[in-house]
């Protein structure tokens, strides 16, 4: 028996022999690299967290053997996804407050609060996520059923696009408002003289900044919260637009400790501050944190008519929507962002804000260039302006749910004819022939699944439209991940490292229970993360 087990460990160790020891390796598997080529191979192996060779299954279990070895039972697997547009601390927040998405009524906004309230007994009454445009009565709520049910606690309810919110009685007591308030970009909604509730834009942030920051211990499980929803949608890196330096400070704590994995691209806020922090100290790297932008208001939200339109909404002749800063604003800011060699990431939703920022872009970086200044969302284009995206590089980041969204009500909004040059992902494509995909996460879902189906398929999980979406701005199959993978890298100059499963670059990769580039419109929708790997780190597994 002995002489039986020796020899069976002297042919186990010869034939082991002359292979290369790895941390991981994958194989039997249908890997889309998403390299150059667009090739596939069916194994890779992994070697201090990052991929170090690729190839058949035969041929990478002939030269290494690795401690972990995974057997994809002919499953696919891509790069780790990246969501190119998020916001990942606001979404960590999300997860602590009344959830108020997909509510068909006002009255069902109220009694989720209500319920939300029992648990939640104390301090400010935080909700997000209700949107006016899913009820019947589409107009604004007022807060006289908040200030009935809540006379005592300051309420606040976010909308879901973040643009617009409603307080109550109390919290404009506890923030000193007694009347409305000209703004420059933001509007303080009255009835008969007084108040209602709702603000829009630069009105939010009256009550909002009145709301106590988290203390850390809260901080931490708002980060930890959103990484590990993320990590089970297949995401391993998020751009996150628009944070102030202090949070940034935090999450680099964070990441030193190793509590906090998700890699993040952060783009700080438009404040004097932010701007005094990064010039000083320089340009953030690791391998988990890249700081180099920061993400400037054009103008508001098309649900909430905050968009700015170079003419009146079609629903509304009276209004045009507003820039959120006057226009000398960001002419400054481009110059001092450009002077000191930062990226310029400005939201801009409406064809007159989309021509305002690209002007001033077209104007600063005079020509082609690789400064990928981006446009957020570029969500409403005038026809005449799609060259100014090519014409100076200037990247279009955008968000394919908000097309699914909005379509429903988007062409009321806009009128038929300026409808056309509105989420028109493959006509700004064109423009410099790659183009990142997010979400807008909390705004809309984070399953970047659904990025893939909207962009792809523009409709949603009832096949609405019939005839889908302005179909002729759809995305194809490898467009779309690309969108999610190396060009979402690109976006944020990192296509070096990560985005495509090469060797040399990150051990990010999810593995998925379908080929999402081969599968039916319904069957996208139903496919499930089965593991994310993070520097070849098992981050998630489906139970």
Same mark, same amino acid.
């Given at each position: 028996?002995?002489s039986?087990?020796?020899?069976?460990?002297?042919?186990?160790? *010869?034939?082991s022999c002359?292979?290369?020891?790895?941390d991981?390796m994958?194989y039997?598997?249908?890997v889309?690299?998403?390299n150059? @080529?667009?090739?596939t191979?069916?194994?890779?192996?992994v070697?201090?967290g990052k991929?170090l060779?690729l190839?058949?299954?035969?041929?990478?279990?002939?030269?290494?053997?690795?401690?972990d070895?995974?057997?994809?039972?002919?499953?696919?697997?891509?790069p780790?996804?990246i969501?190119?547009?998020a916001?990942?601390?606001?979404?960590g927040q999300?997860?602590?407050?009344a959830?108020? #998405?997909?509510?068909?009524?006002?009255?069902?906004?109220?009694?989720?609060?209500?319920?939300?309230?029992?648990?939640?007994?104390?301090? %400010?009454?935080?909700?997000?996520?209700?949107?006016?445009n899913? %009820?019947?009565d589409r107009?604004?709520?007022?807060n006289?059923k908040?200030?009935? *049910?809540?006379?005592? #606690?300051?309420?606040?309810?976010?909308?879901?696009d973040?643009?617009?919110?409603i307080?109550?009685?109390?919290?404009f007591?506890?923030?000193?408002?007694?009347?409305?308030?000209?703004?420059?970009g933001g509007?303080m909604?009255?009835?008969?003289?007084?108040?209602t509730?709702v *603000?829009?834009?630069n009105a939010v942030?009256?009550?909002?900044?009145?709301?106590?920051?988290?203390?850390?211990?809260?901080?931490?499980?708002?980060?930890?919260?959103?990484?590990? @929803?993320?990590?089970?949608?297949g995401?391993?890196?998020?751009?996150d637009?628009?944070l102030?330096f202090q949070?940034?400070?935090?999450?680099?704590?964070l990441?030193?400790?190793n509590?906090?994995k998700?890699r993040?691209y952060?783009?700080?806020?438009?404040?004097?501050?932010?701007y005094d922090?990064?010039?000083?100290?320089?340009?953030?790297?690791?391998d988990?944190?890249n700081?180099?932008?920061?993400?400037?208001?054009?103008?508001?939200?098309?649900?909430?008519r905050?968009?700015?339109?170079?003419?009146?909404?079609?629903?509304m002749p009276n209004?045009?929507?507003? /820039?959120?800063?006057?226009q000398?604003?960001?002419?400054e800011?481009a110059?001092?962002i450009?002077e000191?060699?930062?990226?310029?990431c400005?939201?801009?939703?409406?064809?007159?804000? +989309?021509r305002?920022?690209?002007?001033?872009? @077209?104007k600063i970086l005079?020509g082609?260039?690789?400064?990928? %200044? #981006?446009?957020?969302?570029?969500?409403v284009v +005038?026809?005449?302006?799609?060259?100014l995206?090519?014409?100076?590089s200037i990247?279009?980041?955008?968000q394919?749910?908000?097309a699914?969204s909005?379509?429903y009500?988007?062409?009321q909004?806009?009128?038929?004819e300026?409808?056309?040059?509105?989420?028109?992902?493959?006509?700004?494509?064109?423009?410099?022939?790659?183009?990142p995909l997010?979400?807008?996460?909390?705004v809309e879902?984070?399953?970047?699944?659904?990025?893939?189906?909207a962009?792809?398929?523009r409709?949603?999980?009832?096949?609405?439209?019939?005839?889908?979406?302005?179909?002729e +701005?759809?995305?194809?199959?490898?467009?779309?991940?690309?969108?999610?993978t190396?060009?979402?890298a690109?976006?944020?100059?990192?296509?070096?490292?990560?985005?495509?499963l090469?060797?040399?670059?990150f051990?990010d990769?999810v593995?998925l229970?379908?080929?999402?580039?081969?599968?039916?419109?319904? +069957?996208? /929708?139903?496919?499930?993360? /089965?593991?994310?790997y993070?520097n070849?780190e098992?981050?998630?597994?489906?139970?």
């Amino acid at each position: 028996m002995k002489s039986f087990l020796y020899t069976l460990f002297l042919v186990v160790a *010869l034939s082991s022999c002359g292979k290369k020891q790895v941390d991981v390796m994958v194989y039997n598997a249908r890997v889309y690299t998403v390299n150059t @080529n667009f090739d596939t191979v069916e194994a890779f192996v992994v070697k201090d967290g990052k991929i170090l060779a690729l190839g058949t299954s035969s041929e990478i279990k002939k030269q290494y053997t690795a401690a972990d070895e995974i057997d994809a039972a002919g499953k696919v697997v891509y790069p780790g996804f990246i969501d190119a547009h998020a916001h990942f601390f606001g979404y960590g927040q999300s997860l602590q407050t009344a959830d108020l #998405r997909e509510t068909k009524s006002w009255e069902e906004v109220c009694q989720r609060l209500t319920d939300f309230a029992k648990t939640h007994p104390d301090g %400010w009454l935080i909700g997000n996520g209700w949107d006016q445009n899913d %009820w019947d009565d589409r107009a604004f709520p007022t807060n006289e059923k908040l200030n009935q *049910l809540f006379p005592n #606690r300051p309420v606040f309810l976010n909308r879901i696009d973040g643009h617009a919110a409603i307080a109550n009685q109390k919290a404009f007591d506890d923030a000193g408002i007694k009347q409305a308030q000209k703004l420059t970009g933001g509007d303080m909604l009255t009835q008969d003289g007084k108040l209602t509730g709702v *603000l829009i834009d630069n009105a939010v942030s009256l009550v909002e900044s009145k709301i106590p920051t988290p203390d850390a211990k809260l901080a931490e499980k708002i980060l930890m919260d959103a990484q590990q @929803n993320c990590f089970a949608a297949g995401l391993t890196t998020i751009d996150d637009c628009g944070l102030p330096f202090q949070t940034v400070d935090f999450i680099e704590k964070l990441q030193k400790e190793n509590k906090l994995k998700m890699r993040l691209y952060v783009m700080l806020s438009d404040a004097p501050q932010n701007y005094d922090y990064l010039f000083k100290r320089g340009a953030i790297k690791t391998d988990r944190l890249n700081v180099r932008a920061f993400k400037v208001y054009a103008d508001g939200a098309l649900g909430s008519r905050g968009a700015c339109l170079l003419h009146p909404y079609n629903d509304m002749p009276n209004k045009t929507g507003f /820039l959120l800063s006057k226009q000398k604003h960001f002419e400054e800011v481009a110059a001092k962002i450009y002077e000191h060699n930062f990226q310029m990431c400005t939201h801009a939703i409406g064809d007159s804000a +989309n021509r305002v920022i690209l002007k001033i872009y @077209n104007k600063i970086l005079k020509g082609k260039n690789d400064k990928r %200044w #981006r446009i957020e969302h570029a969500q409403v284009v +005038n026809t005449q302006d799609f060259d100014l995206f090519g014409q100076t590089s200037i990247i279009p980041s955008v968000q394919p749910t908000h097309a699914t969204s909005d379509m429903y009500w988007a062409g009321q909004r806009l009128g038929a004819e300026r409808l056309k040059g509105a989420y028109a992902y493959k006509q700004l494509l064109e423009q410099n022939d790659w183009i990142p995909l997010g979400t807008d996460f909390p705004v809309e879902n984070i399953n970047p699944l659904l990025t893939f189906y909207a962009a792809t398929v523009r409709q949603d999980a009832k096949d609405f439209p019939a005839d889908r979406f302005q179909q002729e +701005n759809a995305l194809t199959p490898e467009e779309a991940l690309k969108g999610m993978t190396i060009w979402a890298a690109k976006a944020n100059f990192e296509e070096k490292e990560k985005g495509s499963l090469e060797a040399g670059k990150f051990a990010d990769f999810v593995i998925l229970d379908t080929d999402i580039l081969k599968s039916t419109p319904q +069957n996208i /929708l139903k496919t499930k993360v /089965l593991k994310t790997y993070l520097n070849g780190e098992k981050v998630y597994e489906a139970k």
